[in-house]
């Protein structure tokens, strides 16, 4: 499948048609088994210069709530609790550009920092010193040189590129969200593989977009990968609507909607080996049938923290995580948050795959 018009095949299948789409997607299956990696989610600050509709992690500076900006004694912290459980990534999620606000500016001074990549830096830097964790950062776009200065302490980063089309700029989704621009998306991405660094993507349904344009996202994150071969999953992401945010009474989209779409994005990628990743706990009535389409990754699972993007969304215990895994008829094995092509010294420098031959998953 290599064109959009097998792709639009897809996504409008009907009846038995879906059946044999799956049926499908079990040809190119290699093996039975379905990765997860054990996190810990870490909100460095919750200040975003974007203002998605349906985003529920952003937060107001005057919101007594509102994580400004984490200190590294509070990192430090969370991240030796995560190692207690076994944790072996650590994912730094942020608010696009947070340094643009005054009020984290105030706190990165405080900090002795002048911007936000600086930070993240010695926060990745420290929790590959201090701790037996894994950074992997998402905090929306880079300039070229952060994300060159930021891969050396990253076993691997991520972006989604959520939709390719800039009609969606026009739309409650993005409309107050300069960064979500695709042209953006796409070089930010695009650069990460000229700077060889391991690299999570994917798209989000359910936010306005068409059939058409869900197929040229998907092909234009293929695009990206036969030229620089650096993404190592491809998330497909439901948007769900939750109380009190812009988009609260748009409808999410169908079972069916999902099930074309991961059948869609697991046929595009049937040649390499990227991965296929459904969130579990935007799924927890339905995850175990997207393995039946092919899906073999349940991304980041947190058993110490909550997802933050997805607050009212909790992850499933990791023995739930199997026994779902289990019941579809497959087995369900720890990863790291770098896949093992990757692990290597034209992806990685040495303090990475130092830090990587010490995790007892690589014994």
């Known amino acids: 499948m290599k064109t959009k018009e097998d792709i639009l095949q897809i996504l409008n299948a009907t009846d038995s048609e879906i059946i044999n789409f799956m049926l499908e997607t079990a040809k190119y299956r290699e093996n039975n088994l379905i990765t997860y990696s054990k996190n810990i989610f870490i909100p460095l600050t919750e200040i975003c210069r974007n203002d998605c509709g349906y985003c529920n992690f952003k937060k107001n500076p005057d919101d007594p709530q509102a994580i400004i900006l984490k200190t590294k004694e509070e990192i430090l912290a969370d991240l030796k609790e995560a190692e207690k459980y076994g944790c072996k990534e650590a994912l730094f999620t942020f608010g696009e550009d947070a340094d643009e606000e005054e009020i984290v500016k105030l706190k990165l001074k405080e900090y002795g920092y002048s911007k936000m990549s600086d930070y993240v830096y010695d926060i990745c830097k420290m929790t590959l010193d201090e701790t037996t964790l894994l950074p992997h950062t998402n905090g929306g776009n880079f300039s070229f040189e952060d994300l060159k200065k930021l891969k050396e302490v990253n076993a691997s980063m991520g972006l989604m590129l959520e939709n390719s089309s800039k009609r ?11 960064g979500k621009n695709p042209e953006l998306r796409i070089e930010t991405i695009s650069n990460a593989g000229k700077l060889k660094i391991p690299y ?8 306005g977009e068409t059939k058409e344009e869900i197929a040229d996202s998907l092909l234009t994150i293929k695009d990206i990968y036969d030229t620089y071969g650096h993404i190592q999953e491809v998330i497909i992401q439901n948007f769900t609507p939750i109380p009190g945010i812009e988009m609260e009474d748009w409808k999410e989209p169908s079972f069916l909607d999902m099930i074309r779409t991961v059948i869609a994005g697991t046929l595009l990628f049937k040649d390499t080996d990227v991965s296929i990743q459904v969130p579990p706990n935007l799924n927890n009535d339905t995850a175990q049938i997207f393995l039946l389409c092919g899906a073999d990754d349940w991304g980041g699972v947190s058993p110490v923290s909550p997802d933050y993007v997805n607050i009212t969304s909790p992850w499933p215990g990791i023995d739930e995580l ?5 019941d579809a008829g497959f087995e369900l094995t720890e990863r790291l948050c770098v896949y093992d092509k990757y692990i290597n010294s034209e992806w990685l ?12 998953l690589h014994q």
């Open 200 to 207: 999570t993507t994917g798209i989000l349904i359910g936010i």
């Open 168 to 178: 969606l700029m026009e739309l409650p989704a993005h409309k107050k969200s300069p």
């Open 322 to 326: 199997r026994s779902l895994t289990e």
């Open 349 to 360: 420098n040495d303090l990475l795959l130092d830090s990587i031959s010490n995790l007892s």
